[in-house]
Nanobody, 121 residues
Framework: VQLQASGGGLVQAGDSLRLSCAASGRAFSRYRMGWFRQAPGKEREFVAASGASRYYADSVKGRFTISKDNAKNTVYLQMNSLKPEDTAVYYC??????????????????WGQGTLVTVSS
């Protein structure tokens, strides 16, 4: 499985941005898809996941929405009301089943290359 993330950019606080992650391979509908982010000097952290349900980190709940289009093999992350602390490289990730933790980096099998989101104040 190959993942290609896109949609990052430079925006101002309060703006919106939509990230996309296109996946190759079959059985996409059975994958758990996740978004993670990594700010400079910090560890990679969970943002959102789509599997049997949708899951969000507390820091983005109510502002970010993950959605999955199985027909297009694509997962999206709609980010609204962006804050400077959302600045990070955003990575999409995939796991071939719904088992394991949805928020743990080590429980995902495939990773995209990352897309940079910069939010200015």
């Amino acid at each position: 499985v190959q993942l290609q993330a896109s949609g990052g950019g430079l925006v101002q606080a309060g703006d919106s941005l939509r990230l996309s992650c296109a996946a190759s391979g079959r059985a996409f509908s059975r994958y758990r898809m996740g978004w993670f982010r990594q700010a400079p000097g910090k560890e990679r952290e969970f943002v959102a996941a789509s599997g049997a349900s949708r899951y969000y980190a507390d820091s983005v709940k109510g502002r970010f929405t993950i959605s999955k289009d199985n027909a297009k093999n694509t997962v999206y992350l709609q980010m609204n009301s962006l804050k400077p602390e959302d600045t990070a490289v955003y990575y999409c990730a995939a796991r071939g089943s719904y088992s394991g933790s949805y928020s743990r980096v080590g429980d995902y099998d495939y990773w995209g290359q990352g897309t940079l989101v910069t939010v200015s104040s």
